[in-house]
């Protein structure tokens, strides 16, 4: 069984490494540091073989990667992320752990709040969920196994990676288009909401409603995201209406242009459905997560409208509560608190 350590708070110039995601790299990328006494020591130099410091480490161990190294981290991850998802040594649940927390990892740091989207992260990035988009078309059983194994807390990344998972299994059995046509559903999925990055945290964060002037700053983060990602890229990739858009709505009352559901493109409307509903079943600062049944309801009831009926059908019954809410429980009564909470979400 491999390593693997606590985690604890890291020192400053140091980010923590679960051992979980080291496991398919070989050579280790760069130098690794344990946090014993007052500092961090060298474990362990940069090409050594990764297999012998995993059995060579004791139970309880926490490994430190430098922030300065972190670049070269992301990359061996990237590259390893096929290779994890290929292994028929573990479980579908286990490899996708392992790819959650990589993913996680590679993708965090673009959505840091205090360093401009770069091209090379941008493309590290693509490159991760485009290994899992493709192991996900091959693998049926990996497909339920990354649903399974979600995360729900606060972290934008997180929200990022679930929005693309539940993206490409919709995708998928909706029948939407091809290998290509999914694979933007997921890139876009990702990064719908990397413009937030320029949302005051007092907005993102506020407990309560929004006033006129912050749903303005709010709402800019669609368009603020498709220009930040053809700046990084240097050109406008095949999904950045997926960022431009994801806010629009199919009975015309979404942003920025206040499109009707014949005018936006399908792979938009797919990831408007899986953006709500992940946000609805997540925790955020200013609401409490709310369960599956009751955010399949508030979508078809609270939103009734905006999103593609036959898209949420599908979601519904992908989730397997179709029978359930076509079965005479669901009202046209909702809390005015949830109604509330669905519409702040839905922005």
């Not at 290929?86 to 392992?98: C, G, L």
């Amino acid at each position: 069984m491999p390593f693997q350590p606590v985690m604890t708070a890291a020192p400053p110039g140091f980010g923590p490494v679960p051992a979980r995601v080291l496991t398919d790299i070989e050579t280790l990328p760069c130098d690794l540091y344990i946090w014993r006494g007052p500092r961090p020591v060298l474990y362990a130099m940069r090409g050594g073989d990764l297999r012998r410091v995993v059995a060579r480490a004791q139970r309880g161990m926490s490994f430190l990667v430098r922030d300065i190294d972190a670049d070269l981290l992301h990359g061996a991850l990237a590259e390893s992320l096929p290779r994890v998802l290929a292994n028929q040594r573990i479980s579908p649940i286990e490899r996708s752990k392992t790819a959650y927390s990589i993913a996680a990892k590679v993708l965090a740091p673009i959505f840091m709040r205090d360093r401009p989207l770069d091209h090379d992260g941008l493309i590290l990035t693509q490159n991760a969920i485009d290994s899992i988009t493709m192991r996900m078309l091959a693998d049926e059983d990996l497909v339920w196994a990354m649903v399974a194994t979600m995360q729900k807390h606060q972290a934008t990344h997180t929200h990022a990676i679930n929005s693309a998972v539940y993206g490409i299994v919709l995708a998928r059995f909706a029948h939407i288009g091809g290998p290509d046509e999914i694979r933007d559903v997921a890139r876009g999925g990702l990064l719908h909401d990397i413009g937030k990055n320029r949302v005051p945290k007092g907005i993102l964060d506020k407990p309560g409603p929004l006033d006129a002037l912050e749903w303005q700053v709010m709402r800019g983060h669609a368009r603020a995201g498709n220009d930040m990602i053809v700046r990084a890229l240097g050109f406008v990739p095949s999904y950045a209406h997926i960022i431009a858009e994801h806010h629009e709505r199919c009975d015309g009352s979404g942003y920025p242009s206040s499109r009707l559901e014949d005018q936006i493109a399908i792979d938009t409307q797919v990831v408007a459905i899986v953006d709500a509903f992940d946000a609805l079943t997540s925790r955020r600062p200013y609401k409490s997560a709310v369960s599956t049944f009751d955010a399949l309801r508030l979508m078809r009831v609270a939103m009734r409208g905006q999103f593609n009926d036959e898209l949420l059908r599908e979601f519904i019954r992908l989730l397997g509560g179709w029978n359930a809410l076509s079965g005479g429980n669901v009202t046209g009564e909702v809390a005015n608190s949830d109604l509330v909470g669905a519409l702040k979400v839905a922005g």
